[in-house]
């Protein structure tokens, strides 16, 4: 075996010195978040670094919704599931279609709409809450689902018809043509021709959808306030409403809020770097 | 229907729909349903909220509030320095994730857990770190020193730093990847041939990696300054604008207004940061839709 030279030696050093505080930095606020979960509240509470008994003990409670702040526990996740897959879907119908329409059949003012788009993409979502929240009132939907939904639909799809406007635009227009000599008409080209060839794009986009709704806290906890109404990341948000908040159980229901967005991300990370990256910015 | 009269010559100036072939008549049905959610949920709420904000009797209000001028000096210190402190790190780390080394790889996974777990649960596990009484960092302070830790998030100029931090924490990731992208789209034979040369670390930044990248990075700059304006959760799950509302920024300011049932401050709140956003929005634009 070569020995490596005093100058690899030194890079390898050099670049540990880097990618070790990379991992503690990333690592530390995650790691804390886990030590909570498996801690029973006085070791939690008492700054261990790994707690004398680790237990799943919080994870029972959690599961057996046996604490006031967890009574509705599953039927909030199931809330947080059905807005978030709701807003995929819809997501993914409206931007589609709009992308469709703009980059393969050359609507009239679909440049227009494209930038009417890119403009709501780039106001900042904080911002456009305030008056959202008021005219989800006049509509009558506060306190519904579909107001969450709807103002994510909103918030999503501008990002979703400009990624999928760009991918449409790299496929060829012979394809197009092809078909239309075939006599295929406006449709079956859309169904046949165009969803299969933007499977990548498509799954992309409504994992993003689907993350962002899943992921949601203001707009969530503006627009829902009712216990059996709200989604989970309003529900964690509640827990500081107390003075001696369970955190133990806080961090609990929080990692196994976590775990599905972060198993979906890396299921379907291949799609998100391409299909993602390609349209947050183009260079 | 019109479009099958549109064979009748004799009819001058034929209505507009009887010019359309029936695939843009498909292009308008396809493109109604986003238009129809746009109109209801951003045409109408923004109107809406602009004539609510239209009074100048609420530019005075925030005028004398001295939460407003905090909150937008705040922001200023949230875009102007941490933006830039966190651009600069990941441009320096996309360089070190570009190198070609197993370990590095493995370590490009875990990076990006924080931009793929939700924020919720993160912000608030950091906010109970530094817990004065319970948090880990001033149990370990104790242990060390046998003093008590100071009263982290007590302190304005801390909190806003850490809230910055729960910023960087977060988002830096996502951008170290687009800038690796950016650096790995450089040809690898000008460094190669700069390496012959015998260039040194900084001339190849200097020279070949800067000029290649500078857009992309300006670029990411300004879209991250535009994102950040609206990032609410940073500090409201961190601080919650606390200690006495000293730590706000516009965002969270807007919708403190709002659960103080002042709808029209909040719009104005919102109105004043417009100067600055609509430029920034107008470049960006400009720079995409090329």
Redesign the interface.
């Known amino acids: 075996m070569k020995l490596p030279s005093l100058r690899e030696v030194a890079t390898e050093a050099r670049?540990l010195l880097?990618?070790i505080p990379?991992?503690l930095?990333?690592?530390?606020?995650?790691y804390?978040?886990f030590l909570?979960a498996i801690s029973p509240k006085e070791d939690a509470?008492?700054?261990?670094?790994w707690p004398d008994h680790p237990t799943l003990h919080n994870f029972t409670i959690v599961f057996k919704q046996q604490h006031y702040f967890l009574r509705d526990f599953y039927i909030q996740f199931w809330n947080s599931t059905v807005i978030a897959v709701s807003v995929g879907v819809l997501t993914l119908?409206?931007?589609t279609?709009?992308a469709?329409?703009?980059s393969r059949?050359?609507?009239?003012g679909?440049r227009a709409?494209?930038?009417?788009?890119?403009?709501?993409y780039?106001?900042?979502?904080?911002?456009?809450?305030?008056?959202?929240?008021?005219?989800m009132g006049?509509?009558g939907l506060l306190n519904n689902h579909w107001s969450l939904i709807?103002?994510m639909?909103?918030i999503a799809?501008p990002y979703a018809?400009?990624v999928l406007k760009q991918a449409s635009d790299k496929l060829p227009v012979e394809l197009d043509e092809a078909a239309v000599m075939d006599g295929a008409?406006?449709?079956q080209i859309?169904r046949l021709v165009y969803l299969p060839l933007m499977m990548p794009s498509l799954v992309a986009i409504g994992t993003y959808a689907v993350l962002l709704a899943?992921?949601e806290?203001?707009y969530a906890f503006?627009l829902l306030s009712n216990d059996r109404e709200i989604t989970l990341?309003v529900a964690?948000?509640n827990f500081?409403a107390a003075d001696d908040s369970p955190?133990e159980l806080?961090?609990t229901?929080?990692?196994i809020?976590?775990l599905p967005?972060?198993a979906v991300?890396?299921a379907f990370?291949r799609y998100m770097?391409g299909g993602l990256?390609a349209g947050?910015?183009?260079? | 229907m019109a479009i099958t009269l549109s064979g009748d010559q004799s009819i001058p100036a034929p209505p507009l729909s009887s010019r359309l072939s029936?695939?843009?008549v498909?292009?308008?049905v396809?493109?109604a349903?986003?238009?129809l959610?746009?109109l209801?949920?951003?045409v109408?709420?923004?109107c809406?909220?602009l004539w609510?904000a239209r009074a100048p009797s609420n530019y005075v209000a925030l005028y004398n509030d001295p939460i407003f001028a905090r909150a937008a000096v705040n922001t200023l210190i949230f875009l102007v320095i941490g933006i830039n402190i966190k651009m600069l790190i990941a441009l320096f780390?996309s360089g070190?994730f570009a190198?070609q080394?197993t370990?590095?790889k493995w370590?490009s996974?875990?990076?990006?857990?924080?931009w793929?777990?939700?924020?919720?649960?993160?912000i608030?596990?950091?906010r109970?770190?530094f817990n004065p009484e319970?948090?880990?960092i001033?149990?370990?302070i104790f242990?060390f020193t046998g003093d008590d830790g100071p009263n982290w998030l007590n302190d304005p100029t801390v909190a806003l730093s850490m809230a910055i931090g729960v910023h960087i924490?977060k988002s830096l990731?996502f951008w170290t990847?687009?800038l690796i992208?950016?650096r790995l789209?450089i040809a690898q034979d000008l460094f190669e041939a700069a390496e012959v040369d015998g260039a040194s670390w900084w001339q190849k930044f200097r020279f070949i990696t800067w000029p290649s990248m500078q857009?992309?990075y300006i670029?990411?700059t300004l879209?991250s300054m535009?994102?950040t304006?609206?990032?609410?959760?940073s500090v409201?799950?961190l601080t919650g604008g606390g200690p006495a509302d000293l730590t706000h920024v516009?965002?969270?300011l807007?919708?403190r207004?709002?659960r103080l049932d002042q709808?029209s401050l909040?719009?104005a709140s919102?109105v004043c940061?417009m100067p600055f956003?609509l430029p920034?929005?107008y470049f960006?634009?400009k720079r995409?839709?090329?």
């Open positions: 670049l880097i990618g990379v991992f930095w990333t690592m530390i606020p995650i804390h978040m909570f509470f008492s700054g261990k670094l119908f409206i931007a279609a709009a469709f329409s703009i059949l050359k609507v009239p679909g709409v494209l930038n009417l788009a890119l403009f709501t780039f106001i900042p979502a904080a911002f456009l809450a305030v008056p959202m929240y008021r005219t006049n509509y709807l103002a639909v909103t799809s018809i400009w008409t406006t449709l859309f899943w992921n806290y203001l503006l990341p964690l948000g500081l955190w806080l961090m229901t929080g990692f809020y976590a967005p972060a991300y890396y990370r770097v990256t947050a910015v183009k260079s | 029936p695939a843009q498909w292009g308008i396809l493109l349903p986003y238009l959610v746009f209801a949920f951003v109408y709420p923004v809406y909220g609510l780390l070190f190198q080394r370990w590095i370590l996974v875990i990076f990006i857990l924080p793929a777990v939700p924020s919720i649960p993160t608030l596990s950091v109970f770190m319970w948090g880990v001033n149990h370990l242990s924490w990731p990847l687009i992208t950016g789209a857009t992309l670029t990411c879209l535009i994102w304006l609206g990032d609410f959760n409201y799950l516009l965002s969270t807007g919708i207004y709002l709808l909040a719009m919102i940061a956003v920034l929005v960006m634009m995409l839709s090329r």
